[in-house]
């Protein structure tokens, strides 16, 4: 396989063309095309079951679309495997928390380093002299930042299921950047959680989207209009699988589709701030 390029800061990281995925009868994507900047917050919304998290599983590898093409970085990825993919740098967290909940945050944090990695720990632990070495200081390095990134200094040792669930989705997410990814896949980071929590999580994107340190690419699903209008670049709106519109958030906001998709739901604009 040729290298793969890197894209600049504006440059394509991300592009599905034409994406199919069904599940018997159900088209759960139909033909979806998306790209996605380097630097950017690109967010997906619309209703439920519109197909949301079916993309980001297409995007990861979890599934793999019987149409279509998937490209990171200017290569096909679509036979990628997802532990393939998290080495590419494509990390993400889920719908529904995956956390060992018995052991610490900490642990979880290190954890997220090999979950993807189809070698693991086991090869991790042949790894010898100094590249060992290197591997360790490092990885204690990342653990540091997110530890500081995310403010979770007084819950390191502490076991995930004690902890509340505002911060489990916290230890997610540090789950997901212990990877020290380049594109970031969030699937609804927000849910759940109460007013204060929201405004520190969608400061915690910010930061990781905005902070040299980081600069991820994000890739968010969200319900919550009033944190995606605010913070996103571009937003796509999906529903039956099928893309309604795309464009920055004030584009998308005036669409006459866009609210009538959402018709029935929550007021678009309910929640703006
Ligand atoms: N593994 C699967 N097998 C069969 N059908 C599936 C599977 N995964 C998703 N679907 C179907 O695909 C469609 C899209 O589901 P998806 O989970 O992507 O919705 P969503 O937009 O994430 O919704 P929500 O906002 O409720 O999370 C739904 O009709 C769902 O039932
Ligand atoms: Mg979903």
Request: charged share 30%; hydrophobic share 40%.
């Amino acid at each position: 396989m040729p290298p793969y390029s890197e894209p600049k800061e504006g440059e394509t990281l991300l592009k599905l063309n034409d994406v199919h995925m069904r599940f018997g009868k159900v088209a759960a994507l139909a033909g979806v095309d998306i790209e996605v900047k380097k630097g950017e917050i690109h967010s997906i919304i619309g209703p439920n079951g519109a197909g949301k998290t079916v993309m980001m599983n297409c995007i990861n590898g979890l599934y793999k679309p019987q149409q279509g093409e998937i490209h990171f970085k200017g290569q096909k990825i679509n036979d990628l495997k997802p532990y393939r993919r998290a080495e590419l740098g494509i990390s993400r967290t889920f719908q529904k928390i995956e956390l060992f909940g018995g052991m610490s945050v900490l642990d979880n944090i290190r954890l997220g380093r090999h979950i993807h990695l189809k070698s693991g720990i086991i090869s991790g632990a042949l790894y010898v002299g100094r590249t060992k070495r290197e591997e360790i200081s490092s990885r204690r390095f990342i653990e540091e930042e997110i530890i500081d990134l995310l403010e979770i200094e007084s819950i390191r040792h502490k076991t995930v299921h004690m902890l509340p669930y505002g911060l489990q989705k916290r230890v997610e997410l540090g789950r997901a950047l212990a990877l020290n990814p380049e594109l970031l896949l969030l699937d609804e980071p927000l849910a759940g959680l109460n007013l204060e929590e929201v405004e520190d999580m969608a400061r915690f994107i910010l930061d990781i989207n905005e902070e040299d340190r980081w600069k991820v690419t994000c890739i968010l699903v969200e319900h919550d209009m009033g944190v995606v209008m605010d913070i996103s670049h571009q937003v796509f709106v999906l529903n039956f699988g099928n893309k309604i519109t795309d464009g920055t958030p004030e584009e998308v906001q005036n669409n006459p589709d866009v609210i009538k998709a959402y018709l029935g739901e929550e007021d678009l604009y309910a929640t703006r701030r």
